[in-house]
């Protein structure tokens, strides 16, 4: 499964790297990482069919994570990838939007990376 990781935060590369180390060792999971809205517009550009999973921050500088899903579920309807939205802010107003665009999933920071794998459904 090759997921795409949308955050501006660098460091979030490494937290994925770390946390995943066994199942990105056994190929179960794939990670590509995008520091913005349009580095992953570009990514989605050259490799349309490859990311089956987008984790996308919602406060970014640039295109915010709102914008940037409702390109994808705009652009990309055969098929869509799932999009999980990540924020830092649990608020009501970030949530529904997210759900109006066309979220799949809702995850606020610090991710609970065991519930992610749940949500993946990969067992550790």
């Given at each position: 499964m090759k997921?795409?990781?949308?955050d501006d935060e660098m460091d979030i590369q490494t937290l994925f790297e770390q946390r995943f180390r066994k199942e990105i060792r056994n190929k179960i999971v794939e990670f590509v990482f995008a520091?913005?809205?349009?580095?992953?517009?570009?990514?989605?550009?050259?490799?349309?069919?490859?990311?089956?999973?987008?984790?996308?921050?919602?406060n970014m500088p640039g295109m915010s994570g709102l914008e940037l899903l409702?390109?994808?579920?705009?652009?990309?309807?055969?098929?869509?990838?799932?999009?999980?939205?990540?924020?830092?802010?649990?608020?009501?107003?970030n949530y529904k939007m997210a759900i109006e665009l066309g979220a799949d999933d809702f995850l606020t920071k610090p991710v609970d990376f065991n519930v992610l794998k749940e949500k993946l459904k990969i067992t550790s």
């Open positions: 997921i795409l990781v949308v520091f913005s809205g349009e580095e992953a517009i570009s990514y989605l550009g050259r490799y349309p069919h490859e990311a089956v999973l987008i984790l996308s921050d919602i409702g390109y994808i579920k705009q652009k990309y309807s055969a098929p869509p990838p799932i999009v999980m939205m990540i924020t830092a802010y649990g608020d009501a107003e």
